[in-house]
């Protein structure tokens, strides 16, 4: 009797486990969609929600409310996870800027700040300014520090899963060598998880931007280098050391310019914005940007405009060697170079109709991500709520509270 019980009990904390994960996935779900999404029954479904709304773990909010918008018939009841039941801090370090945000795990976000950094900025520097942030955050959204239960920082920089240091990076020099996640967990006082910035943005388009929905989806981010993110079966692929969806090192000209991985004619070599922006600072004999290239290729530039559909078409081609491998339902396109719109994609997709085989890309969607500079920062909330089993919600999990 006593081990059937032990069973039993065992059994409702697997099942309020997979109703806690589908509402840290999803944001906000019918009950209805949580049967669906669970495979558990409706009856069961009401039951863990009931006591998680009792233990002041869950609430119930309307639909209708919610979007602003009527609803024909009467709106489903939405049940999403309260700020009690735990809070992500998400932190995201680009090649000059720094956000951090605060949310609950309902994927709202509560609180955010944001600050330019000068590119050479150090990492004790960078790391003060994340520190200080945090405690802004959290004191403007009134919240907790204890109910964090995980903290992820985005860097644009590969990193050393054995070790978990910086690698040699010529985006974030300064950095070389450091610690990030040791080094940030001090200062917060939380332990902080490490993460690669195009991981972050795949995971945040697929949570709130253009991916939203879908399960299989290659992210590629386009800016002074070139990264990507695969989701696949609705989840983020690290590979076992952490470098899965390095695309910008698909090798396209054996013979080209030496890329910063040591090898010659990477992607990253002929597409990158810095790239481009070498080359059209050459033709000019004058400095220009990234910004300057877009700038200069919407004002009608041919040069700047030659420039972006070559690196699309390059882009295209690795794409579709990625297709032929992964499926994807869709790729997004994200990063500075992705503000050039079609410029850009429709390129890229010729290349990638032309070189890919048809069943990987006839009905293949690409198109641009949608949270434009926040993306790896929400992407840094969205991993603290996709990897449950990374980032425990300790009132969540008790065992035999339902
Ligand atoms: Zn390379």
């Not at 869950?58 to 979007?67: G, I, M, S, T």
């Not at 949570?207 to 079966?233: C, L």
């Not at 952490?242 to 990253?268: K, M, Q, S, W, Y």
């Not at 882009?315 to 060697?321: E, T, W």
């Amino acid at each position: 009797m006593e081990r059937r019980s032990g069973a039993l009990a065992s059994l409702r904390a697997a099942n309020r486990k997979l109703v806690v994960d589908a509402l840290r996935a999803r944001g906000m779900a019918s009950r209805a969609e949580l049967a669906r999404a669970t495979g558990l029954s409706r009856s069961t479904i009401s039951t863990i929600v009931g006591d998680l709304i009792e233990a002041g773990l869950a609430v119930e909010r309307d639909a209708a409310d919610l979007d602003g918008e009527s609803h024909a018939g009467r709106p489903p009841v939405m049940v999403s996870l309260d700020t009690s039941a735990g809070l992500a801090l998400g932190v995201d370090f680009g090649h000059r800027h720094l956000r951090v945000a605060v949310s609950d795990l309902a994927h709202t976000v509560l609180a955010e700040k944001w600050s330019e950094l000068d590119v050479d900025h150090s990492a004790t520097e960078g790391l003060d300014l994340a520190a200080e942030f945090v405690e802004q955050v959290l004191a403007e959204a009134g919240a907790d520090r204890n109910r964090v239960i995980g903290v992820v920082m985005g860097l644009p920089a590969p990193i050393d899963r054995a070790t978990g240091t910086v690698q040699d990076s010529s985006i974030l020099p300064g950095w070389v060598g450091v610690d990030a996640a040791a080094e940030a967990s001090a200062r917060l006082g939380l332990p902080v998880e490490v993460e690669n910035d195009a991981n972050l943005g795949a995971l945040a388009e697929l949570v709130w931007g253009a991916a939203k929905g879908r399960s299989d989806v290659f992210y590629i981010k386009v800016s002074t280098g070139i990264g990507g993110g695969i989701i696949a079966g609705g989840r983020l692929q690290h590979g076992v050391g952490g470098t899965a969806g390095e695309i910008g090192h698909t090798r396209l000209l054996p013979d080209g310019p030496v890329c910063r991985c040591g090898n010659r004619g990477c992607l990253e070599t002929i597409a990158s914005s810095r790239a481009i922006a070498n080359l059209l600072s050459e033709s000019r004999r004058e400095e220009v940007s990234a910004r300057d290239v877009l700038d200069l290729a919407k004002a009608g530039d041919s040069a700047a405009q030659r420039l972006i559909a070559d690196s699309g078409q390059a882009l295209g081609l690795a794409i579709a060697n990625l297709c032929n491998l992964l499926n994807p339902e869709a790729v997004i396109v994200g990063g500075d170079l992705s503000g050039a719109g079609d410029l850009l994609l429709a390129p890229m997709r010729e290349a990638v109709l032309r070189n890919g085989i048809p069943s990987a890309v006839k009905d293949l969607a690409i198109a641009t991500g949608v949270l434009g500079e926040r993306a790896e920062m929400l992407g840094a909330l969205a991993l603290v709520m996709h990897e449950a089993e990374r980032f425990q919600a300790p009132a969540l999990i008790a065992e035999g509270a339902a």
